[in-house]
C-alpha cells in the first residue's frame, strides 16, 4: 500500500504575508541570515507581525550549506527563549536550518508544541514543503539529509515580492534545482500519480517561466509562477522522493561549494543519458529503459521532438543544456575555472562513495554501481 498526504497549508498570492498577522501564535522566533537582516524585505515580514501585536526575535547566523555548529548556536537560541513559533526566512539553508534548530530543541526539552513557518526567498528547494533536511559536517566534507515527518513545516507563505531582488545568477541556479527536483520525482521508483501530477505541472511552470524571471527578476507573474512551481516540486518529491543527480550533486556541494541548483543542471544531462541509456550515439532499439517513456512525457510538456524514443530524449537532454548556456550556468567542471583537474579527479573516488550512500540515489530508475558514477563525474569535467 502507498499513501499521499501533504500537511503544509500553503498561503500564496496578493499579500500573502498578511497572514502572519493571523497565525495563531503569541510569540515567534525569526530564523533568518545576517543579508536577510539587514534588507528592507524583512520589514514585509516584520509589519504584519508587529500590527497583530506578537512578540518577536531574531537569530540571524545562518550561513549556506547550514554546518552543525550553526544548527547547534539556533537550538541554543530557541530553548533560551521558547517561542512557540518559528518563522523561517530564507532560502534553502534558512528552513532547512529551521527544521533542524526545532527538532533538535524539542528532542532537548520539548516545553510545547511549537509551529514552523516557512517563507522562502528563492524558488528552488521547495523546503517549505517537505519533510527532508540537509545539514553539513565541514570537518568530514559531507552533506547529510534529515528525512523526518515532524520536520515538515506548518505552514508556507509564497510571496512574490521577496524574490523580485534574486540576482540572475541565483534565479537560474535555483530555477534549475526545481526543473531537476520535478524531472526526479517523475522518474523515480517511488513515484504515484499524485506525485507526477504535481511534478507535471512544476515542470510546465518552469518550460513557461524560467527564463522570463531570469531576463527580467520585475517580471512579478513569472516570480509567482516559479514560486508555485518549487513548491510543486517540493510537495512532488517530498512523496516520491529524488534520485541520482542529487546523489552525486551533494558531494559536488560538500566538497567543492558549488551551489546546490548549479550542481544539479550541470549533471542532469548525463544523469538522463545514464538512466535512459541513450546518448549522442544511440540507434533505435527494440526495448528502451522504464525511464525514457516518462523522459518522453516531460518532453513533450516541454514541446519539444516526439519523433521517436531516441530523439525525444536527445531533445531533453539538448533543452537542458540550452537552458544553461542561455542562463550561463558551466556546463562542466573546468569551464567553471574555480576547480584544478587534480583536485577535482582526486576527489572522485570518495564522491562515488558518497554518493552510493545518499539516500537520494535509492530511488533512481536505473540502479547505478560506484563505476558507473566515477564515469559520470568524469564526464562532467569536460
Known sequence: MKSFQIKTRVNFGDN????????PYKKILIVTDPFMAKSKNLNLILDPIKKAGKEYDIFQDIVPDPPIEKISLGVKKMLEYKPDAIVAVGGGSAIDSSKSIREFALRVDHYAEVGLIA????????????????????????KYPLVSWELTPDEAILDAELVKSVPPAITADTGMDVFTHALEACVSTDRSDFSTALAEKSIELVGVFLLRAYLDGNDTHARQKMHSASCLAGLAFNSASLGLNHGMAHQLGA?????????????????IEFNSDINKHSKSQKEYLPAVKRYATVAQILGLSSYNEIM???????????????????????QMGTISEEEYFNAIDSMAD?????????TNPRVPNKEDIIEIYKKLWK
Open 119 to 142: 517563507i522562502p526567498t528563492t524558488s528552488g528547494t521547495g523546503s517549505e514543503v517537505t519533510s527532508f533536511a540537509v545539514v553539513s559536517d565541514p570537518a568530514e566534507q559531507r
Open 16 to 23: 500573502a504575508l498578511d497572514r502572519l498577522a493571523e497565525v
Open 255 to 271: 566538497k567543492f561549494h558549488i551551489p546546490h541548483g548549479r550542481a544539479n543542471a550541470m549533471l542532469l544531462p548525463h544523469i
Open 354 to 362: 558518497a554518493a552510493l550512500e545518499d539516500g537520494c540515489t535509492a
Open 312 to 334: 525525444t530524449v536527445r531533445s531533453l537532454v539538448n533543452w537542458v543544456q540550452f537552458m544553461l548556456k542561455e542562463m550561463d550556468i558551466p556546463l562542466s567542471i573546468s
